[in-house]
C-alpha cells in the first residue's frame, strides 16, 4: 500500500523567512496530493492541493510542487508569519488518503 | 459550509469499557471515514464507508468497528477498550468523486 514520508518533524524560522516541508510517496498511482493545517486544538483544514497532471500550484503566500518521476511533492510557504504556526500533514491518494507524520511549523516573532 | 460535528471532544473510559464514537455530517456526503491522530504518526485511517450500510476496513482496523445505518451518521465502536487505544479519533467526509476531505473537532479519548 502507500507509504507517506514527511520531513522534517519540526521547523522553526524567523518571521518573514519561508519554509519548505518536503513528502515522499511509494505508490505510483497516486494522483492527489493535499496539505492540511491543524492549529492548536482544531480541526484539520486544506490549505492547497494538487493533482498529478500539474507540476506546482500557487495560492498567495503558499505553493505546492510535484515531481511525479521523483515520488517527491512539497509545500513552500512565504514570508512567514506568527499565525502561519501550526501543524502541516501532507498526504497522497490513490483511492484512498495517507498521511505523512506531520511537522511543527514554529514561525518566532 | 460543511457542518461536521463529533459526539464529544474529551472522553475519559476504563479498560474493557465499550465506547460509541458519533459523528454526523449534514452536507449529504456519501463517503465517510474515521482515523485516528497520534504524535509523529499522523493520522491513520480505521474505517471507511462510501455509503449507508458499507463498510471498508482501513489500515488500522483492529480493535474497532463501525455502524452507518443512515447517511449522516457514521458510529465507531471501541468493543473492549484498551489503553492503546487512547487517542485523538478524527472523523471526515466527502463527495463522491470529489477529493477534499472535510474534517470534524475531533475526540479525545482517554482509556485508564
Known amino acids: 500500500g502507500e507509504n507517506v514520508e514527511q520531513h522534517p518533524s519540526t521547523l522553526s524560522v524567523q518571521e518573514g523567512d519561508s519554509a519548505v516541508i518536503k513528502c515522499t510517496y511509494s505508490?505510483?498511482?497516486?494522483?492527489?496530493f493535499p496539505w492540511y493545517k491543524q492549529e492548536l486544538g482544531k480541526r484539520p483544514q486544506l490549505i492547497i492541493d494538487i493533482r498529478s497532471n500539474v507540476g506546482e500550484k500557487k495560492d498567495q503566500r503558499i505553493a505546492v510542487t510535484l515531481n511525479k518521476t521523483a515520488k517527491h511533492f512539497s509545500l513552500h510557504i512565504t514570508e512567514t508569519q506568527p499565525e502561519d504556526s501550526a501543524v502541516y500533514f501532507c498526504?497522497?491518494?490513490?483511492?484512498?488518503?495517507?498521511f505523512g507524520a506531520g511537522t511543527i511549523l514554529r514561525v518566532k516573532s | 459550509d460543511v457542518k461536521v460535528t463529533q459526539s464529544s471532544r474529551y472522553l475519559v473510559k476504563r479498560t474493557g469499557e465499550k465506547v460509541f464514537l458519533e459523528c454526523v455530517q449534514d452536507?449529504?456526503?456519501?463517503?465517510m471515514f474515521w482515523y485516528r491522530q497520534d504524535p509523529g504518526l499522523g493520522l491513520r485511517l480505521i474505517y471507511f464507508s462510501y455509503d449507508v450500510k458499507m463498510k471498508e476496513k482501513g489500515d488500522i482496523p483492529e480493535g474497532y468497528s463501525v455502524s452507518r445505518e443512515k447517511k449522516e451518521r457514521f458510529s465507531l465502536i471501541l468493543e473492549s477498550a484498551s489503553t492503546n487505544q487512547t487517542s485523538m479519533y478524527l472523523c471526515a467526509n466527502k463527495v463522491v468523486g470529489a477529493y477534499e476531505q472535510y474534517f470534524g473537532p475531533g475526540t479525545r479519548l482517554t482509556v485508564t
Open positions: 505508490d505510483s498511482a497516486s494522483n492527489y
Open positions: 452536507m449529504d456526503h456519501e463517503n
Open positions: 498526504a497522497a491518494s490513490g483511492n484512498k488518503l495517507v
